[in-house]
């Protein structure tokens, strides 16, 4: 079977300082994903060249085929040393993941990853190598789809230390906050902003260590099809309408335009809630089959800086009060964010002379803008998403 696999991750940096330590690189593949995480030596910009370093090393040499020793190898030999400490250093966790659910794992100084299966703790064997000097531990099982991988930098246990907690937070106790976690979220996203919440709440909001979380699960392929702005032609009307009746997954209608075509070549009612009505976002309408109709160009230019908000959130409250307001923004951007691993839009190109009035706010641009924008954030989340212009 192949999986959707969903990788995402929060990091903070330590107080006062404007660089993280900590750096993550990830790679697609044809047959999986390569993610790197790396802890550079102290903090700052020392840290934080050590990291990058280090994570761009490893994933690029491990993309092109080169082994784990003469990848390691090259990371001793590359990376600069320093001058108070004497050391050119920078802890390291490899994970490959393929898209059957083969995970390979190889850790260096790092906190041993955590695993969880359904919820339930998993214990994985560990192979101990040593390389260049260095200590590895490497690991290699089989994920599935429920269930949840997630690796930490060091900041993460050393989490309240001086602050809430006088040890920090444990590796158990991480374990024990993420089984809870793993049995709710499907996301990976909400996994790791949980997490990195929990952590900068342990430092008092003045993190003591570049604190770093990934999450990794995998997910059966969740398509949305969103259709916005009609045809150019009206002849296409009904190929439209029959690109949306035999479409896989959710079906989302984003236009009043598209959204009467769609009501009147269906021969189905339109009903317009104006209980769903917000400031800034015009109201929802409904139309049977169809799971989302919203307004168009105000309403996904909402949407679109709503989701550009949530990059910014550690808080997880905060966010879900964000996804959870009954307006179509909020609700496009939570189908985007959280129901949708592939994205089709459909963009129509026929001109709606209003978006072109030189009288009106420059908000008001064509569409294709606002869909260009939406697409570049969505893959820099990893989702993969189509544009079909009809």
């Known amino acids: 079977m192949k999986y959707y696999i969903d990788v995402s991750y929060n990091s903070i940096n330590k107080w006062g300082e404007e660089l993280c330590g900590d750096h993550i690189e990830i790679v697609k593949s044809d047959d999986g994903v390569i993610i790197v995480l790396a802890d550079g030596l102290g903090s700052g910009v020392k840290a934080n060249i050590l990291a990058t370093l280090t994570s761009k090393i490893a994933v690029t040499m491990l993309k092109e085929g080169a082994s784990l020793e003469e990848t390691i190898d090259t990371i001793s030999n590359t990376l600069p040393e320093c001058q108070v400490r004497r050391l050119a250093y920078s802890t390291f966790t490899i994970i490959k993941v393929q898209n059957d659910g083969g995970v390979y794992i190889a850790e260096c100084d790092n906190p041993p990853f955590f695993i969880f299966d359904n919820g339930r703790d998993r214990k994985i064997y560990k192979e101990k190598k040593t390389l260049n000097g260095k200590v590895i531990y490497e690991s290699q099982f089989r994920m599935d789809q429920d269930g949840l991988l997630t690796v930490v930098s060091d900041g993460a246990v050393h989490a309240g230390v001086g602050k809430l907690l006088n040890l920090g937070w444990q590796w158990e106790n991480i374990n024990d906050f993420l089984r809870e976690i793993a049995k709710k979220e499907k996301c990976s996203k909400n996994v790791s902003r949980h997490l990195i919440n929990a952590c900068e709440n342990l430092y008092d909001n003045k993190p003591g260590d570049d604190t770093t979380v990934v999450s990794i699960k995998l997910r059966q392929p969740e398509v949305v099809n969103l259709f916005t702005g009609p045809p150019e032609s009206m002849e296409d009307d009904i190929k439209l309408v029959n690109y949306l009746k035999h479409s896989a997954g959710k079906i989302v209608v984003s236009g009043g335009t598209t959204a009467n075509i769609v009501s009147r070549i269906l021969n189905r009612a ?82 709606n002379p209003a978006h072109q009035n030189p009288k009106f706010p420059i908000d008001f641009n064509i569409k294709v803008n606002i869909v260009k924008e939406l697409q570049d954030i969505l893959n820099f989340l990893g989702k993969e998403v189509e544009v079909t212009y009809i």
Do not use: F
Request: proline letters at 2%.
């Open 270 to 351: 339109l009903i317009v809630d104006m209980d769903t009505y917000a400031e800034d976002v015009p109201p929802m309408a409904r139309i049977e089959g169809v799971d989302l109709v919203t307004e168009g160009v105000l309403t996904m230019k909402k949407t679109l800086e709503i989701i550009k908000e949530t990059l910014l959130i550690n808080d997880h409250l905060i966010y879900q009060k964000l996804l959870n307001e009954n307006n179509g923004a909020s609700k496009l951007a939570k189908i985007l964010l959280e129901d949708c691993t592939h994205l089709h839009i459909w963009l129509g190109r026929a001109v």
